[in-house]
C-alpha cells in the first residue's frame, strides 16, 4: 500500500460525458502527478501540482484538466470524452525535491462506450 | 532527454538473482537512475535509483558502470511475486516527472 488513494477504481461512462478522478495524497506529499496509460501509449505523464500550484505539464488534452485543493486532494476532470480516452488513469505524489520517489496509487480504469 | 534501452523481455528461474540490464549512453552528469516495476496494472512501484555509486536498499541492488552508461538492477533471490514490467528511467535534472519507456517484462518461473 504506497498511501495514495484514488477513487473511483472504475468508470465507465459514454462518449461526450464528462467524469472527475480524485486522488489523496500521502500524508504530507505536496507534490501530486497524474498519469495516462493506455495499451497504445504507454504510460504518460499528465501533470503535476505542487501545493495547489501547476507545476509541469505533459502530454494533457486540452479537453482534460486538473486541480489541487488546499487539503492536497487533487481532481483530474476528463470532458467530451472519446473511445480514446479509455485507459488507466494513475496519481502519484511525492515530497518535496525533485529526485524524492513518486508513489502511486492503484489507478482509476476508465472506459469509454 | 536521455533516453533508455532495455530487452522488452526476459525470463528468471525462482530463487536465483535476476540482473536487468539498461543503457542510457546519453546521460548527462547530473541525471539520475531510477527503477520502477508494474505489477499486473497496479500502480507503478519506486524500486531504487542511484547517481553514479552503487545503491543497495531491501529490495534490489543498482550497479551502475562508472562512464554512467549503462546500469543493472539486480533482484537477489527473484520469486513469483517479482514478475512485473520493469521500467529504468533517467530523470532529467529540474524535471519532476518520469519519463516511462516500455520497459523490461521480467517473468519469474517456477
Known amino acids: 500500500d504506497s498511501g495514495v488513494t484514488q477513487t473511483p477504481k472504475h468508470l465507465i461512462t459514454a462518449t461526450g460525458q464528462r467524469v472527475t478522478l480524485r486522488c489523496s495524497p500521502r500524508?504530507?506529499?505536496?507534490?501530486v502527478y497524474w498519469y495516462q496509460q493506455s495499451l497504445d501509449q504507454g504510460l504518460q505523464f499528465l501533470i503535476q501540482?505542487?501545493?495547489?500550484?501547476?507545476?509541469a505539464k505533459g502530454n494533457i488534452l486540452e479537453r482534460f484538466s486538473a486541480q489541487q485543493f488546499p487539503d492536497l486532494h487533487s481532481e483530474l476532470n476528463l470532458s467530451s470524452l472519446e473511445l480514446g480516452d479509455s485507459a488507466l488513469y494513475f496519481c502519484?505524489?511525492?515530497?518535496?525535491?525533485?529526485?524524492?520517489?513518486?508513489?502511486f496509487g492503484p489507478g482509476t480504469r476508465l472506459t469509454v462506450l | 532527454d536521455a533516453k533508455t534501452t532495455q530487452p522488452p523481455s526476459m525470463d528468471c528461474a525462482e530463487g536465483r538473482a535476476a540482473n536487468l540490464p539498461c543503457n542510457h549512453s546519453?546521460?548527462?552528469?547530473?541525471?539520475?537512475v531510477y527503477w520502477y516495476r508494474q505489477i499486473h496494472s497496479q500502480g507503478p512501484q519506486y524500486i531504487i535509483h542511484?547517481?553514479?555509486n552503487n545503491e543497495t536498499n531491501e529490495m534490489a541492488s543498482l550497479i551502475i558502470t562508472e562512464d554512467r552508461k549503462s546500469s543493472t538492477l539486480i533482484l537477489p533471490h527473484a520469486t513469483l511475486r517479482d514478475t512485473a514490467v520493469y521500467y529504468c528511467?533517467?530523470?532529467?535534472?529540474?524535471?519532476?516527472?518520469?519519463?516511462f519507456g516500455a520497459g523490461t517484462t521480467v517473468t519469474v518461473r517456477a
Open positions: 501540482y505542487y501545493n495547489g500550484e501547476e507545476r
Open positions: 546519453t546521460i548527462s552528469g547530473n541525471e539520475y
Open positions: 542511484g547517481l553514479k
Open positions: 528511467i533517467v530523470r532529467v535534472a529540474n524535471d519532476y516527472k518520469l519519463s
Open positions: 500524508s504530507g506529499d505536496l507534490s
Open positions: 502519484a505524489s511525492s515530497s518535496s525535491g525533485p529526485y524524492n520517489e513518486q508513489f
